[in-house]
Structures are given as structure tokens and as C-alpha cells.
């Protein structure tokens, strides 16, 4: 992965980044593309989170299977833009974007520091035994324990 002599991730807000540098900012790590649980019964419900990962996930690259077209083949997909960023606190709490937009850091397994995308499997969808969505699949099944 490319190295960056500056370390734009601490120095530079969200709103200053280069495209480039969005994209990298992104850990990879996949929790964003699991599924979540709602009870639309109750007002303010907790999201909760299943180890099901959307259908367009490709769990052997860890990674969207077609990022570019993403929200042509998932339409519920949501493209993260600081437009958006007031709506950030969906995002799993290690997320650099969520991080970063409350001027955090990131952690030390980010792949900007450590330099290898390896280094956030630990801490990665695949870390949580995750299962594809299919049609018929119950989502309740794979509910993760708090
Ligand atoms: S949770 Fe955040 S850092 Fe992880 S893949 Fe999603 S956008 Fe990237
Ligand atoms: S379309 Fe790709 S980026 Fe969007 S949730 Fe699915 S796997 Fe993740």
C-alpha cells in the first residue's frame, strides 16, 4: 500500500482532505458493511449488530466486491462524504472517519501507520466469523452478543 510522508490523519480535518486521502482513510475494516437490527416498535432503539455482512462484500479480499458501482448494486449503501459526516455516530466506534470527526486518533493498527492492511484483520469483520447475506437468511440468527 502507498506510504505517505505526511501524516495527513492527524494533521488535516476531514473537511481538508484530498479525495486520495478519504479514500485512504479507510481501515478496511468491513463493520460498516455488516448488517444491523432495528426495533422500529421502539422509540430510540439500540442498533444491534449481526455478523451478517452484505451481499456485496467479498470476504476473502476483505473489501466491497465492486466499490466503484456499490450503490447501483446496493442501493441501501451508504457512500461516506463529509457532507454526511453530522451522521457518523452509525459507524462502529473504531471507524477513522468517526474518529476523525471528533478529532481522535486513529488506532495504532491503522494500515496508514503500520503500513499493512494486515494489520486490522484482528479488528475486522473477519475477526467476527461473518456469514453473507443470502435471500432467505435470518438476521436475528447471527445477532452478536453485547
Ligand atoms: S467502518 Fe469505517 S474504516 Fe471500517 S470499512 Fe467502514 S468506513 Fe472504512
Ligand atoms: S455495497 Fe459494498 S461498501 Fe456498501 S455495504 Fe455492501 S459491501 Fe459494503
Known amino acids: 500500500m502507498k506510504k505517505y510522508t505526511n501524516p495527513f ?3 488535516k480535518q ?4 484530498t479525495n486520495e486521502e478519504w479514500e485512504a482513510l479507510c481501515d478496511g475494516c468491513g ?3 455488516l448488517h444491523k437490527l432495528q426495533d422500529e416498535d421502539v422509540e430510540d432503539a439500540p442498533a444491534l449488530m449481526t455478523r451478517v455482512v ?3 462484500y467479498d470476504l476473502q479480499a476483505l473489501g466491497c466486491s465492486d466499490y466503484p458501482n456499490r450503490q447501483k448494486i446496493v ?3 451508504t457512500a461516506l462524504s463529509i457532507k454526511r459526516a453530522s451522521e457518523f455516530e452509525w459507524l462502529p466506534q473504531t471507524c477513522a472517519y468517526r474518529l476523525r470527526h471528533h478529532n481522535l486518533p ?6 496508514l501507520i503500520t503500513g499493512t492492511r494486515e494489520s486490522v484483520q484482528p479488528y475486522s469483520v473477519r475477526a467476527l466469523n461473518p456469514v453473507l447475506e443470502t435471500e432467505t437468511i435470518d438476521f436475528e440468527d447471527y445477532l452478536i452478543p453485547n
Open 9 to 11: 490523519w492527524e494533521t
Open 14 to 17: 476531514l473537511n481538508e482532505l
Open 31 to 33: 463493520l460498516c458493511c
Open 54 to 56: 452484505c451481499r456485496c
Open 75 to 77: 442501493p441501501e449503501c
Open 106 to 111: 486513529l488506532p495504532q493498527w491503522h494500515p
